[in-house]
DNA sequence: ACAAATCGGTTGTTTTTACAACAGAAAAAG
DNA sequence: CTTTTTCTGTTGTAAAAACAACCGATTTGT
């Protein structure tokens, strides 16, 4: 687990402490390591968990499938990014969506009862550490937010350019490359792929965007 | 301030906190109190806030309006309900959508940095009120996701089962009262109200469900 | 009580999307 | 290096949604 300290001091969670009070950390906030194979499952839809975790090797992404097998991927998840928070509160039901490796990966889990009870004498960092997952909890429920946005558009050149925009602002460039191949990017904005790759290439008809696979242009 | 503690008693932030600590807690949380007037915004996209609110009279919708002017209502507050949360981060950008009284309202901010740093001395509770916001935040976050899972439906008529579902399975009953009229509703769910109207007319024909108003019923 | 505004349902037209099927290019596998 | 698979763009058709316009019923305001 410490060959991933490195990580973890970059991750929100951990931010402002120190790598060998993480280190130290670890048992106190219950923290378990689990590897997964690509394609693997890491959380299925319908389980109950109170842990929330940290992605620390590999790629994952949020997905659901539909009574049809229609899927939509609801986001993805990059090395040092937390996940599984919205299922802690005691009154929170079943989980709602399926987390799979889309790579080989690594996941750290800690026990959310560890973290938010701080414990009287070790961890001298523990209340910085309620901070930060309070802050980063708030920040992702500012990019669901976000995402309701882009989903709330009707067309799918609207969806595109609400997401497109943003990923630019985000950035500041006109020039990005995104986290999505086609499908994804249209599983992503829950429209059809091949009438996004059309739009796609309307609008560069149009000189309103110019890409190449992954890389984007706003112009 | 002090007529609204039955009110704050209820809501997640202060649940398990005696009445009597509420109000010794209101002044060192920096809780402020403002009245709003059917109509009026309580906030506005582009604006910068370090609080976390609570709506203790009244009724708010959150809503995005476009460059056209085309309207999207993201969600609606009731009395009880805390909001702001997902801007308090202290690397959260600008408010992205609008927070407007649907009638008369009341709300009461909270500093959001005295909530999260621990008084040293008075406050008994405080640690309380931060495990209890953590898990209310949490509890949003899966509720954002839920919305996105009726938003990613691509026809109307799957938005509206999705939705109606959720509605049903949460109040464990087949008939319940949405707190939507036909326009919110199909705002709510990025829609076209007179489609919608249609579609819903369709399926109560086809005898999925039956309706009155606000009042549903599945079949 | 009356006038005005809002609300919900209906219909027809236009626009957009979903779906299916296919082909060339690129990437992965052997 | 060759074969297979995946990825992306293209097209045509059928289905669905958006839009606009209208009407009757209900609610609101005066």
Redesign the interface.
């Known amino acids: 687990m410490k060959k991933y300290v490195h990580i973890l001091k970059k991750t929100q969670m951990f931010s402002g402490v120190m790598d060998t009070e993480i280190a130290s950390m670890l048992s106190c906030l219950g923290a378990r390591l689990y590897d997964y194979k690509k394609g693997e499952y890491v959380l299925r839809r319908g389980e109950h968990i109170s842990d929330i975790m940290v992605l620390v090797e590999g790629n994952l992404h949020i997905q ?1 499938d ?1 009574y049809w097998g ?1 899927r ?1 991927i ?1 986001g993805h998840i990059d090395v040092g990014e937390m996940f599984g ?9 079943a989980i ?2 399926d987390v799979v490796a889309v790579e080989d990966s690594t996941v750290i889990f800690f026990d959310v009862k560890r973290i ?1 009870t ?1 414990c009287p004498s070790a961890c001298r960092f523990h ?1 910085l550490v ?2 930060n ?10 990019k ?6 882009h ?4 067309t799918t050149r609207e969806k595109l350019i609400s997401y497109l925009s943003e990923e630019a602002n985000r950035r500041s460039s006109a020039s990005f490359t995104i986290p999505f191949n086609r499908q994804q990017l249209a599983d992503f904005l ?2 059809d792929r091949s009438a996004m790759s059309n739009e796609l290439c309307k609008m560069r008809d149009e000189g309103l965007i110019e890409f190449e696979k992954n890389k984007f242009r706003l112009l």
């Open positions: 659901k539909d229609s939509s609801l928070e919205a299922y802690v509160a005691p009154e929170s039901g709602l969506n938010i701080t209340a309620v901070q997952m309070f802050f980063a909890i708030s920040e992702k429920n500012r669901l937010v976000q995402k309701l946005g989903m709330s558009k009707r829950s429209v």
